[in-house]
């Protein structure tokens, strides 16, 4: 069964400043998808980013961007000029690329993000 | 133009009561799924259905039952509540099962006295 890990519980940024979250992932498959969910005080689930394993490319979505390594299987979400309104729980995902391992994301811990003014 | 709606967003009960959760998504998606946020946050699968199959069934307690009448809702029953029932539970759908995005509901949260 795959796991995701996300070691940092909570970590703060001063506004305008970039931030990076980290999140390590197990898994024996080769195919499979990552996602950085959101979720402010609103209770929301907002994707983020996503990144498909078999691309080299890091995703990107403006001042978000993830640092995909597959062999150390380490997805970090980057979030560069960070505003007030980044603050929220943010939470790596991981899904199997094969259907007969169903569609379920596996999430992570969470980790919280204080934005300081 | 709400893309996942879940009703009601809060619900306050007694043990021992039977509940519903209601959740409708007008993306067109196939698939839909409930997922159950503990108080400290994990977020876990429950159920997942394709088409109004039910294709996750993870070990929840059988008091919990979906319902699919149609591809465009997902209703959740709990039957004979308990104090650990007392969670979020959110509904997401995509389209298939692949590796489609899954979009969100706004989540219930249930308290259980």
């Known amino acids: 069964a795959q796991t995701v890990t996300q070691s940092q519980p909570e970590m703060s940024v001063q506004e305008a400043e970039t931030v990076t979250l980290s999140c390590t992932y197990d898994?024996?498959?080769?195919?499979?998808?990552l996602f950085w969910y959101k979720q402010p005080p609103s209770r929301q689930m907002i994707l983020v980013i996503r990144q498909e394993a078999y691309k080299q490319q890091n995703a990107t979505e403006n001042r978000f961007s993830v640092n995909f390594q597959k062999a150390a299987k380490s997805f970090s979400l980057k979030i560069s000029d960070s505003q007030l309104g980044d603050a929220a729980m943010y939470f790596c995902a991981y899904r199997s690329a094969w259907e007969t391992s169903g569609s379920r994301l596996t999430f992570g811990e969470g980790t919280q993000l204080t934005v300081n003014p | 133009d709400t893309a996942v709606s879940q009703t009601p967003k809060y619900l306050v009960t007694q043990m021992g009561n039977d509940k519903s959760i209601k959740c409708e998504q007008n993306?067109?998606?196939?698939?839909m799924y409930w997922y159950k946020q503990d108080s400290k946050k994990f977020l876990k699968i429950m159920f997942s259905?394709?088409?109004?199959?039910?294709?996750i069934n993870e070990t929840v307690p059988n008091r919990f039952s979906p319902k699919s009448p149609d591809k465009a809702h997902l209703n959740l029953h709990i039957n004979s509540l308990e104090l650990g029932d007392s969670a979020v539970y959110f509904c997401?759908?995509?389209?298939?099962?692949?590796?489609?995005?899954?979009?969100f509901g706004p989540g219930t949260r249930l308290t259980v006295l």
């Open positions: 993306l067109g998606h196939d698939t």
């Open positions: 997401a759908s995509s389209q298939g099962t692949g590796a489609y995005t899954q979009y």
């Open positions: 259905y394709n088409n109004k199959e039910l294709i």
């Open positions: 898994t024996s498959e080769s195919d499979y998808y």
